[in-house]
């Protein structure tokens, strides 16, 4: 049976499958990504010099800390000499955190560069990779508008992987450090409890334990829909600036039909999609705030509510209550990170998901390899291109396994030197049979055995043309440089563009700038550069001018060397090449509902 992949949306925009990816998951293939990263060494040394800074970093703190008690106590006993003294200890200490500060932010941010390096480019080596860029794109939503999970998402997701990750090992040092810096300042407190004396030492620690846990779980019940709202926002943004380059591709078109308002309507109802959730998002940002304001208000006080009773009895000197006050917010900063930053936890979380659900899908088998079920593309015998038992489908009438279309004759075999015209009955998609012989299009099965060791080119209807010099173009995939001007030259002037022959290095959107005749020709020009053994053409004759028409025919008769493979409709194009015709036979099996 042949199965397809097929991935479900949900009204908010989010793949299912997405949804479904635990967060465990998500760290796998997150872990995949920087292991494949070219620049992991650095990202290692980087991180590795920033655990110095921090520990030097908490060094400094902790001296700080140190310094509260002899400086306050020299204002509560009118010391001006040691006044003096402290505060020239406190500009030593402050020099030190000020060049401490400067080389933390330096290697943060060159870290989230290089992280940003490492998985951008991961991200693009993996979606450009073996043909599955347009796999996806015919498979799963995810491949429709991948732009924004490629650039945005991936720049979200290295700065914030980096802000986050610094702040949580730093937290992390200093609650360690200050910890038993507050034990040991906090004594022990004697608290009446139904008639017993219970002794609580370390009545501080736990006093900010009891603070931050109550903090962090305020946030988390108030503020658990973020990470879901954060990802369907991202995903309508993707969907606004997917309909403003659909407009924008389009604008002639749009023009001529006289089209503008219904454009308008339509980015209008996608901005008004945006703008919804932003509503959401708003909102719960700001019940949010209520817990993350009240605590952090409230927290001026409490460590000087909570240091008062040893203060009172007179077992803490003012500079100790100062110190144990100072070690007290250090030990609930460290322990509140987590609240500090439950939006940004939540944001990273929803950016996190986007790029590694694109990344799975991008790495699944289906993709990648050629699985059983699916049309099979092999390497057969030198100068024979043959069909097997070949029948094209749908990725829906794949999953059903029946329906469809293959070619009337029993297994043709097409060998070097013929021309060929492939037609069909009407209705029938020509293109995925193009796409099938190219590797592109898996949904069928049977067997496609392309011609060992030759130069095989593809002829789409409508042919790229990749913004840069017309030299380039003519050349692309290939470098400009192994083709001679004359050349060049000679190619544009038999495809009768004569007047491009001064224009090879100038740079244009050459898809605006020439008219569709112009544009088919110069895919002509390619050919004659290219000098393939093979050619397959995706009827890119329809629609053009008669003379264009006329021009590229002879173009194909002088071909001698090459096959010339054409799918199309009208035979009449080719009368002068006198082809073998085979046939595209739709299936008589009924296919059912999608439903």
Sequence with gaps: MTTASKTPVSEDGISAAGLDMSF??????????????????????????????????????????????????????????????ELRNFFFIAAFLLVINVAQTFLSQMTALYMREGLARDMVDQWLK????????????????PDQRLHE???????????LSVGLVQSTILLVSFISVLWSLSGTIILPIFGHQIAIPGYMVWGALIYACGAALASNLVGARLTRLNAIRYAREAEMRASLMRSNEHLEQIALARGEAVERAAIHATIDSVLGIIRKLALALTNLTWVSAAFGWLALIVPVLIASPAFFSGTMSFGGLMMAASAFTQVYTALRWYVDNFGAIADWKATLLRVMVLRAALTEPALTDQVPGQIQVEIGKPGVLAFEDLYIRTPQEAEAAWGGYHLKEDNPVIVAGERIMINGD???????????IAGLWPY????????????M????????????????????PEASDIYTDDAIIAALKTVKLGRLTTALN??????????????????????LLRKPHWVIFNDVLEGLEDDTIKILTGVMANMQDATLVYLGRNAGYLEALSPRVLHLERLDVPVPDAD
């Design 130 to 145: 073996g043909r599955r860029a347009y796999r996806l794109s015919v498979s799963s939503p995810l491949g429709v508008n």
């Design 444 to 455: 069928g099965e049977g067997t496609i055995r392309l011609p060992e060791d030759d130069h």
């Design 506 to 527: 100038q740079r244009q959107r050459w898809d605006r700038v020439l008219s569709k005749e112009e544009q088919m020709s110069l895919a002509f020009a390619h050919i």
């Design 426 to 436: 009407p209705g029938i998609n020509r293109r995925q049979l193009f796409n099938a």
């Design 457 to 476: 080119l593809f002829m789409p209807q409508t042919p790229y043309m990749p913004e840069g010099r017309l030299r380039d173009l003519l050349a692309y």
């Design 24 to 85: 465990s998951e998500q760290m796998w293939v997150a872990g995949q990504s920087f292991w494949a990263s070219r620049v992991r060494g650095r990202i290692i040394l980087l991180s590795l010099s920033l655990l110095v800074v921090l520990l030097l970093l908490t060094y400094g703190q902790i001296l700080l800390n140190r310094w509260n008690q002899p400086f306050y106590n020299a204002l509560e006993n009118r010391d001006l000499a040691a006044f003096w003294q």
């Design 153 to 163: 998402d991936a720049r979200k997701l290295a700065e914030s992987t980096t802000s």
